[in-house]
């Protein structure tokens, strides 16, 4: 995540080359404000390390290393997921937790940044020992966790049962106090939120949908009198009848293709997805719902041989996993892992737009090659804050013990996206920077105002 720290570096600079912001800037010259910016917002506040000791069912005592990094509570309080899996450490949780102050700053959130990680392969425990690991997690760390002071939520390896169980402890540590709004991400019968689930999904592709067809449609005239390059690559596609590629069709890709599948707005064809066994490839349009009722009935997997298509009912070749990325579409959803588009099989890319369902998943490298070419990436930080806007309303929700319909989560979750992507894409189409920089100026500016304003910069 080096490119994340540069274009943090890039980003406060061009803000404070502009005399306008933060005029009475009084204590220090701007140079001096921007290190003191770049010094606040490239470390934690914290990071919290501990080894968990865990009884396993076997009898053995391990200790697994677990963190929470607090980046920055400018905002609010810290707010990120908790990721099990056997590569966390503690520079990759300290990256997330920074990308996560950036993006709930970008959306309006009233939360700083953190993460959290556990150092293990959650497929090589038992439920009861993970259901061990998860309250001795809030255990270790729970003086530092609460409703107004950090808020865990799930991420990869984690989900709606982990953060049911780290609710659960976190109120048998704090009797009488505020729980339901501890942890994000819950089940709904547990005080979760209606429509938590879909939301990073839907709003992976609402970004898409919203910038094609309402963005660059109503202002059609003006992006075609712009010198912008990324301007021209939107008006290329935007009465044309899309061919799009997904990989990934877990949690995220799923939701996201069956959005682009469904969606009246455009005359979108899914052609291709992916995931961890097999691409599947219909230069006709594949049947996303019935892709998506065989995942729900085989433990997440696509159909990986004739026999299960034919199970399946739906029409498709089966290729090779990885050659999606390359595959001859107009849009490239990516729902899988970090680092899929890199210095390797840049070159290869055919997609004009590319948008970022999961974190990271292009290197820096092959970012500035891609932007260079005039291809239209919607960011991470811009695509995929559906799962964090709604974890904001499910947190709302168990502070007033009122729920919301599914419907109201949506309307409010595509209204809070719509303010920021309106906020962005005039700026983004008006001046010559990519749009993963555009949204971190917006970041930037915001986080900087607020440190101005409290002091922080004296
Ligand atoms: P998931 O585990 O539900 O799904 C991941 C999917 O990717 C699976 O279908 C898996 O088979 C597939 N996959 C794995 N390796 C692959 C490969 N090499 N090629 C193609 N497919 C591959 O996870 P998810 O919740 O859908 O999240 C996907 C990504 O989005 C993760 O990186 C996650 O950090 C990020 N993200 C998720 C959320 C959320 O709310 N779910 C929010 C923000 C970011």
Redesign the pocket.
């Known amino acids: 995540m080096q490119r994340q720290q540069s274009i943090i570096e890039e980003s406060l600079k061009a803000v404070m080359e502009d005399e306008e912001f933060l005029p009475d800037l009084k204590a220090q010259t701007r140079d001096q404000a921007y290190k003191s910016l770049v010094a606040l917002l490239s470390t934690p506040n914290h990071i919290h390390k501990s080894f968990l000791r865990v009884a396993l069912e076997n009898g053995t005592i391990v200790r697994i290393p677990a963190f929470r990094v607090q980046h920055s509570d400018t905002v609010g309080p810290y707010k990120g997921?908790i990721?099990f899996h056997h590569s966390v450490n503690d520079e990759e949780v300290a990256n997330l937790a920074k990308l996560m102050t950036l993006k709930n700053a970008l959306h309006e959130l009233p939360f700083g940044g953190g993460k959290g990680g556990v150092v293990i392969n959650p497929k090589e425990y038992t439920v009861k020992e993970l259901n061990l690991i998860c309250k001795k997690y809030v255990q270790y760390f729970n003086d530092i966790l609460g409703p107004d002071k950090d808020i865990p939520?799930?991420?990869?390896?984690t989900g709606e049962r982990e953060m049911d169980w780290m609710m659960g402890e976190f109120k048998n540590i704090h009797p009488g106090e505020p729980y339901r709004n501890s942890f994000t991400?819950k089940s709904v019968v547990n005080g979760g939120s209606l429509g938590?689930?879909e939301?990073?999904?839907k709003g992976v592709y609402f970004t898409f949908r919203y910038m094609m067809h309402n963005f660059v449609k109503e202002n059609k005239k003006w992006l075609g009198d712009t010198e912008n390059i990324f301007a021209h690559a939107a008006l290329d596609h935007v009465e044309k009848k899309s061919k799009i590629a997904v990989?990934?069709?877990?949690?995220?890709?799923?939701?996201a293709a069956l959005e682009a599948y469904q969606c009246n707005y455009l005359q979108n064809k899914v052609v291709a997805v992916?995931?961890?066994?097999v691409?599947l490839y219909n230069e006709d349009g594949l049947d996303i719902p019935a892709l998506v009722k065989f995942?729900e009935d085989h433990d997440?997997?696509?159909p990986k041989n004739e026999e299960e298509l034919v199970e399946c009912e739906s029409k498709a070749e089966i290729k090779n996993?990885?050659d999606?990325l390359e595959m001859d579409v107009d849009v490239l959803i990516l729902?899988?892992?970090?680092d899929?588009i890199h210095e390797d099989n840049m070159e290869n890319i055919k997609a004009k737009i590319i948008v970022e369902?999961?974190?990271?998943?292009i290197t820096e490298k092959a970012d500035s090659y891609l932007a260079d070419k005039g291809i239209l990436i919607i960011p991470?930080i811009l695509a995929?804050?559906?799962?964090?806007i709604v974890s904001y309303y499910e947190w709302v929700q168990g502070r007033e013990a009122q729920f919301l319909t599914e419907e109201e989560v949506f309307k409010r979750l595509y209204d809070k996206m719509k303010v920021t992507m309106d906020t962005i894409l005039p700026q983004f189409f008006g001046d010559p920077f990519p749009l993963r920089q555009n949204c971190y100026i917006h970041s930037v500016m915001k986080l900087s105002t607020i440190m101005y304003r409290q002091g922080k910069l004296y």
Request: glycine share 24%; net charge negative.
């Open positions: 997921g990721r939520a799930p991420d990869v390896g991400g938590r689930r939301a990073t999904g990989q990934g069709f877990g949690n995220l890709g799923s939701v992916s995931d961890a066994n691409m995942t997440g997997e696509l996993r990885d999606l729902a899988a892992l970090e899929q369902g999961a974190n990271g998943p991470d995929n804050a559906g799962g964090v």
